[in-house]
């Protein structure tokens, strides 16, 4: 069955060779914005899209009455699968104390302590909870369990709720093995990642050296390497709390994205746009600014990836540590407010670029043939998404 989608006051579609696209001062012509549009849709995916006038016939009919409507958002890095709360670790950074990822360690002893079924409810209503702010793909993370048979659950539990689940036994080093951290490296290589790479498109790992609880680049490169060799993709979360060797590792081994990026070099923005420029996948510097906000930390600075030629992301980190917020509508004020990201450009990054993190071409754009996977506001423009901060106006579109 076709359903005619009409009255879309403006549809955001990231395509620049859509003819008769918006072009002006603050919608430019890459963005692929149409006014007056409309779409169909059959079987989950997109079978045409342009001006209402040229629309022609459909099994169903739904008028959107003149709102806009975007890509649904891509959130690329989040941890959804946990127990447990740490507000009152964010009360303390709120007065100074420092973020060293220690706090890691609160939130798995919690999740071990949970049974499935109240991990799964607590899933589901984070899911939901990004799906009503107009996330329709999202990323979840392992990496509160940290045992063999956590991972595994946590994994499963992800795959039930979306497709992009991601290994993190390399999230932190577990106190039980806080004096064999050698042993532990060795297990996430070994024995937990046969376990859980059945259950996981990507592996990811914390290569933190001003971390105490994270990994160094050694220890990074030898989990990542035993994630690849058991057919996974690369992420890795680097350069989040100081300098370091994340960067340069993610870009040296292919990584698919580099998540944090808070703390770079001038080689490390050269190596990132140095893998935009060259022939096969670059690896995406994925933005995090949820983090900055609730830790304190320095935004990274997202104008000068963007002119360096830097593929950008952005994503929520969801976590119950260092950002307990789902909301990508967030995410995009903070990167046109504290990044120096245009609007437009971080509507971009929100959907297709972190699509492209996910080595996706099927999501964060309108297309024919792409999923239909679409946001919609309660306003006449994707400008309002970083001019009305912290306001409900933006949900995924409900096309069952």
Known sequence: MSLLVTGIGELVTNDPHVGGAVDDDVTPGWLGAIRDAALVVEDGRIEWFGRAGDASAADWRIDLEGRAVVPGFVDSHSHLVFAGDRSAEFAARMTGAPYDGGGIAVSVAATRQADEQTLRGLLEGRVAEMRAQGTTTVEIKSGYGLTVADEVQALRLARAATEE???????????????RRAEYVELVAGEMMRACAPLARWVDVFCEPHSAHAFDADEARTILLAGRAAGLGLRVHGNQLGPGPGVALAVELGAASVDHCTYLSSADVEALAGANRGAGDSTVATL?????FCTRSPYPDGRHLLDAGVAVALASDCNPGTCYSSSMPLAIALAVREMGLTPAEALAAATTGSARSLRRADIGRVAVDARADLAVLDAPSYLHLAYRPGVPIVRALDLG
Do not use: D, K, R, S
């Open 165 to 179: 689940v991601t290994f993190l036994g390399g999230h932190v080093v577990p106190a039980e093995f806080a004096h």
């Open 288 to 292: 995090l600014p949820g983090v900055e």
